[in-house]
C-alpha cells in the first residue's frame, strides 16, 4: 500500500543481551547525565557549583527559577554536607518544587545544584553567578576655604 512505511524490528544478538546483563541497559550520554546529577544538559535553567551551594546565603537566583518554571525538578549533589543542602531543600518545599538528593560516588562532579526540567529546553547560560554590590567610591573630601584660598596652580 502506498504511504505506508515498514518498521524493521531487529532481535538483539546473544552479545547484546549479554552485555546489557554484565554493563547494565545501554545510557545517551552517560557522561554527561553524571556531571548534571543525573539528566541532560538540555534540561538544565540553572546550576550551582559545589562551593556555591556551600555558602551561607541563598542564591536569589535559585528561587526566581523555581517560581518561575513550574514542574522543575531541585537535584542536589549527595557528596555536601545535608547541612549546607537543606536550606535549598526548604525553598524547594516552599514552592512545591520536587527535589532529589543525588549520590554517585563513582563519578565527582563539580556541581551542587542542578535546577531542570522533565523536557529539554537548552538554555544557553545556566552558570549562575553571585551578583557583586557596585562598588562605592569613597566621598571625596571637600576643600576647606583655606586650601580653596591658597590653592596652586
Avoid at 552479545?15 to 541532560?40: C, Q, S
Avoid at 535549598?88 to 526540567?117: F, P, R, S
Avoid at 576643600?143 to 596652586?152: E, G, P, V, W
Wanted: hydrophobic residues 35%.
Amino acid at each position: 500500500m502506498p504511504g505506508l512505511e515498514w518498521i524493521v524490528l531487529q532481535k538483539p544478538s546473544v552479545d547484546d543481551i549479554l552485555n546489557e546483563g554484565i554493563y547494565g541497559p545501554k545510557e545517551i550520554k552517560p557522561e554527561e547525565k553524571r556531571k548534571f546529577l543525573g539528566t541532560f544538559r538540555e534540561r538544565v535553567i540553572l546550576a550551582l557549583k559545589k562551593a556555591q551551594v556551600r555558602e551561607q546565603e541563598i542564591y536569589p537566583q535559585v528561587e526566581q527559577a523555581m517560581k518561575e518554571n513550574g514542574g522543575a525538578q531541585l537535584l542536589l549533589n549527595g557528596d555536601i554536607d545535608y547541612e549546607h543542602l537543606s536550606k535549598y531543600v526548604k525553598l524547594a518545599q516552599k514552592h512545591n518544587v520536587e527535589h532529589t538528593i543525588v549520590a554517585n560516588k563513582e563519578y565527582d562532579t563539580d556541581l551542587g545544584l542542578v535546577l531542570a526540567m522533565d523536557n529539554a529546553i537548552n538554555k544557553e547560560d545556566i552558570d549562575v553567578v553571585k551578583a557583586e554590590p557596585p562598588v562605592q567610591q569613597p566621598p571625596q573630601k571637600k576643600a576647606s576655604f583655606f586650601a580653596k584660598l591658597f590653592k596652586r596652580g
